[in-house]
């Protein structure tokens, strides 16, 4: 089954610089991998999805991500981070009946 | 087209009660989902329906733990005889196949 390692516990940007959170799969067969956000003491939000369709996929809030199989990444990212960015970010591989998270990226943002 | 709604938002109880949380799905998806959240950690898979019937239950779910979907649309999950390591936001999703899941806000659980 496919399995996902997100690199990082917590980043730290200032606001206005790039995002990157970085998330590793561990198989070639990727039915589906999802991007969740979850804000402060909220539910998920889905914030992208890849399927195999497009390689490149944009999300909600201006982010995106790119499947690369040659480095078995698919890492979000972000132009200019924005203070409502601050919230803890899930890579979840998907295609199957339930969704296994791990402990997430916390992203923290400065002025 | 409103979202995944969960009933209460929140709820404080004393160890040892039962306490009994809401999910409606967004109409018309037949699977459902609930999931738990501890503090630090991402969310833990409970169980799940396809329209009425629960199709996977956890190891999590103990025997104090009871998830119906009585008519395929909305969910209800029973904690009895609460105890203070249920604290927890338990979250719902649904989703209209096996596809995307769409969580609701949540409950949070605290136990006394």
């Known amino acids: 089954a496919q399995s996902v390692t997100q690199l990082d516990s917590h980043v730290s940007v200032s606001e206005g610089t790039p995002v990157l959170l970085r998330c590793n799969y561990s198989?070639?067969?990727?039915?589906?991998l999802f991007w969740y956000v979850q804000h402060p003491n909220k539910g998920l939000q889905l914030l992208l999805k890849?399927?195999?369709?497009?390689?490149l996929v944009k999300g909600i809030n201006g982010f995106e991500a790119e499947f690369k199989k040659s480095e078995t990444s698919f890492h979000l990212t972000k132009p200019s981070a924005h203070m409502s960015d601050a919230a803890e970010y899930f890579c979840?591989?998907?295609?199957?009946?339930?969704?296994?998270f791990g402990a997430g990226t916390r992203l923290a943002v400065h002025p | 087209d409103t979202g995944v709604s969960q009933d209460p938002r929140h709820k404080i109880t004393k160890r040892g009660q039962n306490v009994t949380f809401r999910c409606d799905p967004i109409?018309?998806?037949?699977?459902l989902y609930w999931y738990r959240q501890t503090l630090g950690q991402g969310p833990e898979f409970l169980t799940y329906?396809?329209?009425?019937?629960?199709?996977?239950k956890s190891r999590l779910l103990s025997d104090r733990f009871s998830a119906e979907r009585p008519k395929g649309s909305f969910s209800t999950l029973e904690i009895q005889r609460t105890e203070q390591g249920d604290s927890a936001m338990y979250l719902c999703?649904?989703?209209?196949?096996?596809?995307?899941?769409?969580f609701g806000p949540g409950t949070r659980l605290t136990v006394l």
């Open positions: 979840v591989p998907g295609g199957y009946n339930k969704l296994i």
């Open positions: 198989s070639s067969y990727s039915p589906s």
């Open positions: 890849y399927t195999s369709a497009a390689t």
């Open positions: 329906f396809q329209n009425e019937a629960q199709l996977e």
């Open positions: 999703a649904s989703s209209p196949r096996l596809d995307t899941q769409y």
């Open positions: 109409s018309e998806h037949n699977r």
